[in-house]
């Protein structure tokens, strides 16, 4: 795919950033339709050009032990982002039963952010019961939003495509290693809503470049799912 030339928005910008939190008195009374169709709807990218991107720094989450954590930063390497909001992902393990079998345990991760208030969990996510997919929940929710899965097999590129719930599908093609990150993220008209690059100061993390209007959240959580899905491709 063609490079495409895109501006970069600031994170700590006034004029863009993330959709605010504030809401009327009559729209807390009637229900949240952003949260039918966005895993995260507080982290939706809003720019003053809908054609921009949104840049932050993604760390590999490989490694994180239990009640661990990682942080996302700005573009500049901020921890607080738009509004003093902060982004985290934080380890766990889920227990379950396998019939008469023993108990067993298996990573579960939560992507959380923080401003003047307590923490808040949005969404987490964790192998399925198809050892091929990773799924992706709604807090407090035990109905997968989306899942993502391994897509055609190709000798150029790796390829997973995210599902959701409502039917979309939306294609990650490229190179997932986290020291040469680079994937393009497309929708299912082929254009391009997000991308990665190497961060060229760490090579514990990488750029990812979110369109404007996109759920970040979700982007977020597919990207980290394929990294373990890689993962245990090795093991």
Not at 24 to 47: H, Q
Not at 73 to 87: H, P, Q, R, V
Not at 118 to 137: C, L, S, T, V, W
Request: hydrophobic fraction near 35%; aromatic fraction near 10%.
């Amino acid at each position: 795919m063609a490079q495409q030339e895109t501006q970069h928005a600031d994170l700590t910008h006034a004029g863009g950033g993330f959709q605010s939190d504030q809401v009327s008195v009559e729209e807390l009374a009637a229900p949240d339709k952003n949260l039918l169709t966005n895993l995260t709807p507080e982290l939706i990218v809003r720019t003053p050009n809908p054609e921009q991107f949104q840049t932050v720094l993604v760390p590999s989450i490989s490694s994180l032990k239990p009640t661990q954590t990682a942080l996302i930063y700005d573009a500049e390497k901020k921890e607080y982002l738009l509004g003093g909001t902060k982004i985290w992902v934080k380890a766990d393990l889920h227990t379950y039963n396998q019939g008469t079998k023993k108990a067993r345990s298996q990573p579960k991760f939560f992507l959380c952010t923080s401003g003047t208030t307590k923490g808040r969990e949005h969404a987490y996510f964790m192998q399925g019961n198809n050892p091929k997919e990773y799924d992706i929940f709604q807090n407090d929710s035990h109905e997968r939003f989306a899942w993502i899965a391994p897509g055609a097999i190709t000798q150029q590129a790796c390829h997973f495509v995210l599902n959701t719930r409502l039917d979309t599908h939306i294609n990650f093609f490229g190179n997932f290693s986290s020291r040469v990150h680079r994937v393009n993220v497309t929708d299912e008209s082929d254009s391009l809503v997000a991308s990665t690059v190497p961060y060229e100061h760490n090579n514990g993390f990488f750029t990812l470049r979110v369109l404007s209007g996109m759920d970040l959240g979700l982007v977020l959580c597919a990207l980290f799912c394929i990294e373990y899905m890689q993962g245990q491709k090795k093991v």
